[in-house]
Nanobody, 127 residues
Framework: QVQLVESGGGLVQAGDSLRLSCVASGRTVSTYAMGWFRQAPGKQREFVAVIRGNDDSTGYAVSVTGRFTISRDNAKNTVYLQMNSLKPEDTAVYYC????????????????????WGQGTQVTVSS
């Protein structure tokens, strides 16, 4: 089993930056694909970013490309989401996810391969 705990959320103004962290425990996740998803009130959960386990290649939602960066620190069993130039529409609960299933970025976007999820951290961006 893998436990995931997110942190780093908060209330910021438009244009500010935040860095979310997701610490994994229970297993080493250096070879796992790690993803970030978000869910705004009244909306479905959506894909934000993924970093694959085999080659650390990354994929991003169009809405965050160029503003968000996903990375990992295997020594700390942690994945990060650096969020720059935040917009009010980025307001959501952000969830970290992990999987040992090897898949394409296209499939990871659907969230189906992910079998471990964190509890989420709230990000609120004011205008």
């Amino acid at each position: 089993q893998v436990q995931l705990v997110e942190s780093g959320g908060g209330l910021v103004q438009a244009g500010d930056s935040l860095r979310l962290s997701c610490v994994a425990s229970g297993r080493t996740v250096s070879t796992y694909a790690m993803g970030w998803f978000r869910q705004a009130p009244g909306k479905q959960r959506e894909f934000v970013a993924v970093i694959r386990g085999n080659d650390d290649s990354t994929g991003y939602a169009v809405s965050v490309t160029g503003r968000f960066t996903i990375s990992r620190d295997n020594a700390k069993n942690t994945v990060y989401l650096q969020m720059n130039s935040l917009k009010p529409e980025d307001t959501a609960v952000y969830y970290c996810a992990a999987t040992d299933v090897y898949a394409s970025v296209v499939l990871y976007r659907t969230s189906r391969p992910f079998n471990y999820w964190g509890q989420g951290t709230q990000v609120t961006v004011s205008s």
